[in-house]
């Protein structure tokens, strides 16, 4: 079971440093990779044997929605039974699920048949993200780490969604076309099972005792529904710039620069979070959302009326750099706004939220390059960062961190309740926000 660490220290050097951190980074990197690789897999498959874009295009849209809209329901079973009891049944319905889609591929099958099997293989995907960051906030509650550790998962998460896509299309083009998914599948059973083995850094399961509330779902927290809007937004800028670049690239006749214009927005990504991790930050997490999401918006606003390749290649790198901070400070909150008992719940809420906006925007993003030309494409970033904006600036009360009474069912019922005790970290974590 894990502790949480109190610890005044920043930087990546403590934070890897943590006592048992290694025992589930190590795995739960390898079992993460597969994430990336699956919906390219099917692609790649699926396109192969139909001879259809449409058609695959039509299994990994299913896949990820299924995916996007079963993620919490699997955090909340996490939390309640443990992230093992979840994790391992998961495991194997999803590499029997991703079995059947290659043997119905490579049969010919019907498409109502892929989408069907899409279906439970997209809701049993592993939801090994949201798992690693409940386990830093169980061991780094309370801690100036948290930052450090949240800046270090979305590095990680990145580098995945670089080194997955390109695992997968090289088994799928150089080896067979099933090869990327049967890959996918080996380091999902692998992985997962090494990660769900780590029973002693998982954390604690809060079970009700009698006579105490029903357990609250992460998503009756305001400002969990507040970070979902946001994530939402930066799926958008995700989604719209890989069609919107690949659509650029296409029109002008140079398809091939596609790879490096979004290795450019990526790499500005990664950059800043680095950067976010390593900083001792003294402005607290809400303003710092606040800005850094406003400066992501008016980094999309010049996207879709650039036309010369160097300069989009500087205005992606610019968006790349203010996603990371929005994304890690979400992260961030986390810790702050829910309950222990409901903390992987809410993980997956925001990683399915960004995964939805993603599929969203990718199929608004197609449409408008199709009927009013490349370009306008780019317009779905600007509009879903905008959106989002305006819901964080009218909502961002709701973004202040939970007092203890207010946190407990106890204290919630007694006289004082409506005066809730703040400490002195809390008084100064409130003014800064």
């Known amino acids: 079971m894990a502790s949480a660490v109190k610890d005044t220290r920043t930087g990546y050097g403590p934070l890897l440093r943590t006592p048992g951190a290694w025992t589930f980074l190590l795995p739960g990197f390898l079992a993460r990779q597969p994430f990336a690789m699956l919906t390219i897999g099917i692609v790649l498959l699926v396109q192969s044997t139909t001879g259809s874009y449409g058609t695959a295009g039509a299994v990994s849209a299913t896949t990820g929605v299924s995916m996007a809209l079963f993620a919490p329901q699997s955090g909340k079973l996490a939390d309640r039974f443990g992230q093992r009891a979840v994790l391992i049944p998961g495991v194997l319905a999803h590499v029997a699920g991703v079995a059947a889609l290659i043997t119905l591929a490579l049969a010919h099958a019907p498409l109502w048949t892929l989408l069907a099997v899409a279906v439970p293989t997209g809701a049993s995907t592993p939801q090994v993200g949201p798992m690693v960051r409940a386990r830093w906030a169980a061991r780094l509650g309370g801690s100036p780490l948290m ?75 305001p400002g969990v529904r507040v970070l979902i809007v946001a994530f939402l937004g930066i799926g958008s800028v995700f989604g719209g710039m890989q069609v919107s670049l690949t ?33 001792a930050w003294k402005v607290g997490p809400r303003r710092r959302l606040l800005v850094a999401y406003g400066l992501l918006a008016l980094a999309t606003v010049p996207l879709w009326a650039v036309t010369a390749v160097p300069l989009l290649g500087a205005v992606g790198l610019v968006v790349g750099l203010c996603i990371a901070p929005a994304l890690i400070t979400g992260y961030t909150l986390v810790e702050s706004l829910v309950p222990a008992a409901a903390r992987t719940e809410a993980f997956t809420w925001l990683t399915g939220a960004v995964a939805l906006g993603q599929a969203a925007a990718a199929t608004s993003a197609g449409q408008l390059a199709d009927r009013f030309g490349p370009s306008t494409g780019f317009l779905v970033p600007l509009a879903g960062t905008a959106l989002a904006l305006v819901v964080l600036l009218a909502l961002r009360a709701h973004l202040l961190p939970r007092t203890p009474a207010a946190a407990s069912p106890v204290a919630s019922q007694g006289a004082d309740a409506r005066v809730p005790a703040v400490s002195d970290d809390r008084e100064r974590e409130l003014a800064r926000a």
Request: proline fraction near 6%; hydrophobic fraction near 50%.
């Open 247 to 279: 659509a650029f690239t296409e029109h002008i006749g140079q398809p091939g620069i596609n790879g490096v214009l979004y290795g450019i927005f990526a790499g500005g990504n990664m950059l800043a979070g680095i950067v976010c991790g390593a900083l």
């Open 147 to 221: 930052p450090t550790a949240a800046a270090f998962e979305s590095v990680t998460d990145e580098f995945t969604f670089v080194v997955g896509p390109v695992l997968a299309t090289a088994l799928c083009t150089g080896v067979h076309p099933a090869a990327g998914l049967v890959a996918e599948a080996a380091l999902t059973l692998a992985g997962g099972l090494l990660f769900a083995a780590q029973r002693r850094s998982q954390p604690a399961v809060h079970r009700a005792r009698t006579g105490e509330p029903a357990r609250v779902s992460a998503l009756s927290v």
